[in-house]
């Protein structure tokens, strides 16, 4: 967006607007989506303490156009953007570290008192490895640094997205032909904004899942060619315990039996290690799901309840043959 653009916001709105398919606009200070932005610490409560956090100026109508919830006093007003020395609304965690109420005044970019609005709830807008860190929103006033260059723009259901970026450029270059056609790589989805944040978990998780269905897969062929190979080494052996009166039942629990002692031994073994491991990962992020022993008790009845079905899906052939007949081929 150019200066001269963002300094004639509402000339800019009013002719986007007529596009029927834009349902609202707001502005910011470049990306809503980052991984950091402007820093400002300021003074509070004399000399006694500071205050820190990233700034991000908006628009009076940006928490409404994101449907970021106040929690505590108001949202900005139009009349916040005629204000002598800019207004603030900060988050929960920048109440809850400084102690700020609505009631205070902290220097804005003008280094004079501005208003403390409201209080919005906390939200995230960095990578799932960031833990949500005090945060202000803040309206310039009449007196900007700088006019607010990002255009977010807010769509009906259902529109030709395509389309329209064409439509909205195209007005944008004839409001200020110095545009250029170049404008159209900054339009993106906002969706996509914030899948960029995830991308690389997701595609972790992709994979993990890839490589988990391929080692449930090689297992279980594992499972059924070791029972195949069992049952006809044993063959004599399951003929004479049929001849000596056990049943089908018990010739099953015969090879059940192994191959579960197999599954817990591996079950002990895996567990500590697939805890060092989720443990380990996990510490890369700045909320972390707890690990419940319920998941590995599932994971064991799951793997346990495979087992034994393809153990006995393939022994049971085997175990119900004719005694004679694989004796009298033995």
Excluded at 47 to 65: A, I
Excluded at 116 to 128: E, H, M, R, Y
Excluded at 267 to 291: D, H, K, N, T, W
Excluded at 307 to 324: E, I, K, Q, W, Y
Aim: aromatic letters at 12%; a neutral charge; charged letters at 20%.
């Amino acid at each position: 967006m150019t200066w001269e653009l963002a300094s004639n916001r509402e000339t800019v709105e009013n002719q986007l607007k007529t596009d029927a398919d834009i349902k609202d606009i707001a502005w910011g200070d470049g990306p809503f989506v980052a991984n950091s932005r402007m820093a400002w610490g300021r003074p509070f409560k004399g000399d006694v303490e500071n205050v820190s956090w990233q700034v991000y100026p908006v628009s009076w109508n940006f928490l409404r156009f994101m449907g970021i919830d106040i929690v505590e006093g108001r949202d900005f007003t139009p009349a916040d953007e005629q204000s002598e020395n800019g207004v603030y609304i900060i988050n929960e965690t920048a109440q809850k570290k400084y102690g700020i109420t609505t009631e205070d005044r902290i220097n804005g970019h003008k280094d004079a008192p501005a208003e403390i609005a409201g209080v919005c709830k906390d939200f995230n807008f960095s990578p799932l490895r960031d833990e949500i860190s005090p945060f202000a929103f803040y309206v310039y006033g009449k007196e900007p640094w700088s006019p607010c260059m990002r255009l977010f723009i807010r769509t009906e259901s259902g529109v030709d997205t395509q389309a329209l970026m064409e439509r909205t450029i195209k007005t944008l270059n004839d409001l200020d032909p110095t545009l250029g056609n170049g404008f159209s790589v900054w339009m993106s989805p906002f969706k996509q904004a914030i899948e960029n944040q995830y991308k690389k978990e997701q595609n972790l998780s992709k994979l993990i899942t890839l490589f988990t269905i391929l080692a449930i897969v090689i297992s279980l062929m594992g499972v059924f060619g070791l029972v195949m190979f069992e049952t006809e080494h044993r063959r004599k052996e399951i003929g004479i315990r049929r001849v000596h009166g056990a049943t089908v039942q018990q010739i099953l629990a015969m090879f059940n039996s192994r191959f579960v002692k197999i599954v817990l031994v591996c079950f002990v073994i895996a567990v500590p290690v697939s805890i060092f491991i989720m443990r380990r990962y996990l510490e890369g992020f700045a909320y972390q799901v707890p690990l419940h022993v319920w998941v590995f008790a599932l994971a064991l009845v799951a793997v346990l309840g495979v087992t034994v079905a393809v153990v006995t899906l393939r022994s049971l052939r085997a175990a119900t043959v004719n005694p004679v007949k694989s004796l009298r081929n033995e």
